[in-house]
Nanobody
Framework: QVQLVESGGGLVQAGGSLRLSCAAS????????MGWFRQAPGKEREIVAA????????YYTNSVKGRFTISRDNAKNTVYLQMNSLKAEDTAVYYC??????????????????WGQGTQVTVSS
């Protein structure tokens, strides 16, 4: 059983930056692909970015390409999401998730078995 705990959310002005962290425990971290998802009020939960177990492959949804960077440190059992040039539409609860399937050029949230509790990101315009 993998436990995930997110941190780093908060309130930031448009154009600002935040770095989210997700600490994992209870499993072999390097066996899992890691994803960041987000859910805004009244909307479906959507993928933001994902990274393969070795860190050699990444995926980004189109709206964050060039602004967000996902990375992982397998020695620290932690995955990060660096968010730059934040926009009001990035406001959401951000969730970290772990799964053992990697798809080329797509992400299916059903592949992710373990989820954190979420951290709120609010971008003021």
């Amino acid at each position: 059983q993998v436990q995930l705990v997110e941190s780093g959310g908060g309130l930031v002005q448009a154009g600002g930056s935040l770095r989210l962290s997700c600490a994992a425990s209870g499993g072999t971290f390097s066996n899992y692909a890691m994803g960041w998802f987000r859910q805004a009020p009244g909307k479906e939960r959507e993928i933001v970015a994902a990274i393969k177990w070795s860190g050699g492959s990444t995926y980004y949804t189109n709206s964050v390409k060039g602004r967000f960077t996902i990375s992982r440190d397998n020695a620290k059992n932690t995955v990060y999401l660096q968010m730059n040039s934040l926009k009001a539409e990035d406001t959401a609860v951000y969730y970290c998730a772990a799964g053992q399937k990697w798809r080329i050029n797509s992400v299916d949230r059903n592949d992710y078995n373990y989820w954190g509790q979420g951290t709120q990101v609010t971008v003021s315009s």
